[in-house]
């Protein structure tokens, strides 16, 4: 139970931090270099998540040959079609496939 309070509150407290801001500071009044940069945010993120996961704390010797496999597939579905939701869904099932083998 406190698990899912927890998570909730988080969830609730994310997009009220995004609503105020959206509703504050729309894109249109953005300069030109911030909200060029926000256009990074995502891929940063990712990356920083995909990162961690993969290293498990150990470094790069704990990065399994599977997980590396499907971060390979992921990248050049990523190069070629610059689309997140190809890249993570790729990424994803060749993760699946790759640890079935």
Sequence with gaps: MTATLILLSAALITWGLRIVFVALVPA????????????????????????????????????????????????VVALRTRNLAATVMSGVLAAGLLRLL
Aim: charged fraction near 10%; proline fraction near 4%; avoid cysteine.
């Design 28 to 75: 249109g009044r953005l300069p030109g270099r911030v909200h060029g940069a926000l256009d990074d945010v995502a891929p940063a993120v990712m990356g920083a998540i995909v990162v961690t996961h993969l290293a498990h704390g150990q470094g790069l010797a704990g990065i399994a040959v599977a997980d590396l496999g499907a971060v390979a597939v992921s990248a």
